[in-house]
C-alpha cells in the first residue's frame, strides 16, 4: 500500500470522526473460558483458541501460552502495524524491518513471597531494526510518531481506567 491508497482508505474515517466523534469510540473485546480441568484458560483470538496457562517460573509446563507472553506479542503486533502504516504516512521505505519487545519480571511479586517485588513487568523494552535508505531525521520522526500512535504502546505509557468484577454465572 502506498500513501495515496492509505490515505483514500482512511480519509472518510477521519472526516466521520470529526463530523461525529463518538463514532471514533469503539469497544474492543476479549473473552476466554477457564478450563475446567488444568489452571488454564482458553482465549478466543478471533482466528483460534489461544490456552494460556502459567509461565514456567511460577510452575506452568510451559505448553500453554504465558499471558505475559502475549501482552509483548501484542506490542508488538500493535507496533509494528503502527510502524508500517507511519512509514507509508511519510513515504519512507522499508525494505525489511524486525520488531522486538521484551520486559522484566520478578515473580517473586505474582507468587506472593516478596512484598516489595511487583506483580507485573518492571520494564519494557520496544525496538525496531529497518532496513532503509531514510535520513536519519526521517526515522527519528518515525519512531515518535510511532509512539504517539501504537495503541498498545500507549495504554502501557499512559495507564488507562481499569475496573474488575466478579459475578455468579
Known sequence: MDVTA????????????????????????????????????????????????????????GAELCSGDMLLEALVACAGVTLKAVATALEIELKKGIVRAEGDLDFRGTLGIAKDA???FKAIRLSFDVE????QEKLDTLLKLTERYCVVFQTLNVKPELSAKLAIA
Not at 473460558?33 to 482458553?42: M, N, R, T
Not at 532503509?132 to 535520513?135: E, G, K, S
Open 132 to 135: 532503509t535508505d531514510a535520513p
Open 118 to 120: 511487583p506483580v507485573g
Open 6 to 61: 492509505l490515505r483514500a482508505l482512511q480519509a472518510p474515517l477521519k472526516d466521520q470522526y470529526r463530523e461525529t466523534p463518538d463514532a471514533g469510540i469503539v469497544t474492543l473485546k476479549a473473552r476466554g473460558e477457564l478450563d475446567d480441568q488444568h489452571i488454564a484458560c482458553k482465549v478466543e483470538t478471533g482466528r483460534a483458541i489461544a490456552l494460556a496457562g502459567l509461565h514456567p517460573a511460577t510452575g506452568g509446563s
